[in-house]
């Protein structure tokens, strides 16, 4: 699950813990909490639903951009700050931009 997230930086910042611990999880030393595992299943599903609409580097920036979906924000500050719901919340978010991208 880790594989699909490209950043153990990003990951560390979303569940609030250092780098060295998601890179021991990544190893298999140790395993999240429950609450953090099920985080991370919710950002694992987000890669490949933006991979469906975006090219590669187009779903970077969308993750990394102001979004009028989200109010302005951008989806990774939502990840950031409002956890599971956050993920949701960005998934919506894609729902919308697939309606744009594909006339629905």
């Known amino acids: 699950m880790l594989a699909l997230i490209h950043s153990l930086v990003v990951v560390a910042d979303l569940l609030d813990v250092p780098v060295e611990q998601v890179a021991m999880w990544r190893d298999g ?16 599903r987000l890669p490949s639903r ?31 700050t409002r956890g599971i719901e956050g993920a949701e919340v960005v998934l919506a978010a894609f ?3 697939e309606q744009l991208a594909y006339g629905g």
């Open 29 to 44: 030393a140790g395993s999240p909490s429950p609450e953090q595992e099920s985080r991370l299943n919710d950002l694992a």
């Open 50 to 80: 933006a991979a469906r609409i975006f090219e590669r580097m187009g779903a970077r920036n969308w993750t990394f951009n102001p979004n009028a979906f989200l109010g302005g924000l951008r989806p990774i500050d939502v990840l950031r």
């Open 95 to 97: 729902g919308a931009a």
